[in-house]
């Protein structure tokens, strides 16, 4: 892989943008009638750079693990709602986001991993706290969530106008993103202020982005924090790849 800003997994053809280190604003303040507990306090939080995708892993590039390794199939696979080639490889549990980073590890000699929750926050909100990728206010046409009454994937990058300011592509909408982070609704109150990892353990991982499922004026917030059991796998969930930028 090469260059300074943007790179390449050449195996699959996977692009990653650069985030860089810094201080961002990451959770929500109280505001009105919305429930939003497990996202405060706001705070400041400092990250190392780091390199993460610009979209969903998707179908195609999730079968060839599965050819190569021979890994069982997602779930939801034969359902052609969900099996576009160039759409996010959903109905994959959080341990089969493992060992498809294990093969990639072993393909390319490199570390790669999950993002953890505030890695996925900052490459989606950028440093300003705003609510989505593209500003505060709420645009149905800027991502796939159920106000688009499509019902089903989109392909990857299918929204231009809704990538963040690093070029992260469906942080809003979609399919939710596994995270490397074990979800706990105080979180924010406890995890440090620099580089945080969530809790050491816990029942269920972070989900991070919406979905085209769920009410995206809501839950595609780049602050809205969701979360399953990591065995589980679900039709609107799949995820994208970091590497740290050491």
């Not at 709602?81 to 994959?92: H, I, L, W």
């Not at 979609?174 to 202020?193: G, I, L, Q, R």
């Not at 004026?217 to 602050?223: D, I, S």
């Amino acid at each position: 892989m090469s260059g300074n800003q943007d790179l390449i997994i050449e195996q699959i053809n996977y692009p990653l943008a650069r985030v860089p280190e810094g201080q961002f604003l990451m959770g929500t303040n109280p505001a009105g009638m919305r429930k939003t507990d497990h996202e405060e306090p706001q705070r400041k939080v400092t990250l190392d750079a780091y390199y993460i995708g610009k979209y969903h892993v998707t179908n195609a590039q999730y079968l060839q693990f599965v050819e190569i390794t021979r890994h069982q199939l997602p779930q939801f696979h034969s359902n052609p709602r969900f099996n576009s080639p160039d759409c996010p490889v959903v109905g994959v549990t959080w341990y089969d986001t493992q060992a498809f980073l294990a093969w990639i590890e072993e393909s390319t000699g490199e570390s790669f991993r999950l993002p953890t929750e505030a890695e996925w926050e900052k490459a989606a909100r950028g440093t300003d706290g705003r609510e989505y990728p593209w500003g505060d206010e709420w645009d149905s046409s800027k991502g796939n969530t159920s106000e688009s009454r499509i019902k089903r994937l989109t392909p990857v990058g299918s929204y231009p106008d809704g990538a963040s300011v690093y070029g992260c592509y469906d942080a809003a909408g979609n399919a939710y993103e596994w995270c490397s982070d074990w979800f706990h609704p105080e979180t924010y109150k406890h995890s440090p202020a620099v580089n945080p990892r969530g809790p050491v353990r816990g029942r269920r991982k972070v989900i991070r982005g919406g979905s085209w499922v769920a009410r995206g004026e809501f839950a595609a917030r780049c602050a809205n924090r969701a979360a399953y059991e990591p065995i589980q796998a679900v039709h609107n969930v799949g995820f994208r790849i970091v590497k740290p930028a050491a």
